[in-house]
């Protein structure tokens, strides 16, 4: 069993920062790719940032140079500094990571429980 858990949200001005957490625990052989999405009321889930097992980092147009994505692999563990919020960030954040439990499986993704980001004055 593989268990995803996210920490951090919560409600910050415009202009502020928030930083993300997430861990990936349980039955895990290795972790590939690991990132961070985000859904809007009545809207699709989209990507926010990647982070691929070399480093390699992808970001969405609209958070570049404004939130950086960063990893322990050591610890299962994918941050997301927020800076410089604006209220369109506001969104449920969702962790992901691509994780194999044995030496002989193939990766398959798993998701995150989610954690509410307002940005409001």
């Known amino acids: 069993q593989v268990q995803l858990v996210e920490s951090g949200g919560g409600l910050v001005q415009p202009g502020g920062s928030l930083r993300l957490s997430c861990t990936a625990s349980?039955?895990?052989?290795?972790?590939?790719?690991m990132g961070w999405y985000r859904q809007a009321p009545g809207k699709q889930r989209d990507l926010v940032a990647v982070?691929?097992?070399?480093?390699?980092?992808t970001y969405a147009t609209s958070v570049k140079g404004r939130f950086s994505i960063s990893r322990d692999s050591a610890k299962n563990t994918v941050y997301l500094q927020m800076d410089s919020l604006k209220p369109e960030d506001t969104a449920v954040y969702y962790c992901?990571?691509?994780?194999?439990?044995?030496?002989?499986?193939?990766?398959?993704?798993?998701w995150g429980q989610g954690t509410q980001v307002t940005v409001s004055s």
């Open positions: 992901s990571a691509q994780i194999r439990t044995t030496r002989y499986s193939t990766y398959l993704l798993y």
């Open positions: 349980g039955s895990i052989f290795s972790v590939n790719d």
């Open positions: 982070i691929i097992s070399s480093g390699s980092t």
